[in-house]
């Protein structure tokens, strides 16, 4: 059993900042790859940042250079410091885990999502 739980989410004024955080029920280290998507209604789930278990992180267009995805694997927790936040932020974000088994199939995690909501 593998439990994703999103915290950090909130309101922000444009050009403001937050941190979100994900935490683990075991160790990350056991994920191949994490990463974090957002959702607004009315739109299908994007791909924000991805972070591998080597520490490759990629990042949709729309944050570079605004937002940065690590990992503390201490404390099995995986976050997005998001800065400069943009009213076009504002959505629910969840944090993702893929662990590839050793039969070659690819298992994926969700979390639960934590609200975003960045004001003009």
């Known amino acids: 059993q593998v439990q994703l739980v999103e915290s950090g989410g909130g309101l922000a004024q444009a050009g403001g900042s937050l941190r979100l955080s994900c935490a683990a029920s075991?160790?990350?280290?056991?994920?191949?790859?994490m990463g974090w998507y957002r959702q607004t209604p009315g739109k299908q789930r994007e791909l924000v940042a991805t972070i591998s278990s080597g520490g490759s992180t990629n990042y949709a267009d729309s944050v570079k250079g605004r937002f940065t995805i690590s990992r503390d694997n201490a404390k099995n927790t995986m976050y997005l410091q998001m800065n400069s936040l943009k009213p076009e932020d504002t959505a629910v974000y969840y944090c993702k885990a893929s662990s590839l088994q050793s039969d070659a199939t690819l298992y994926t995690y969700w979390g639960q999502g934590t609200q975003v909501t960045v004001s003009s």
């Open positions: 075991g160790s990350i280290s056991s994920f191949n790859t």
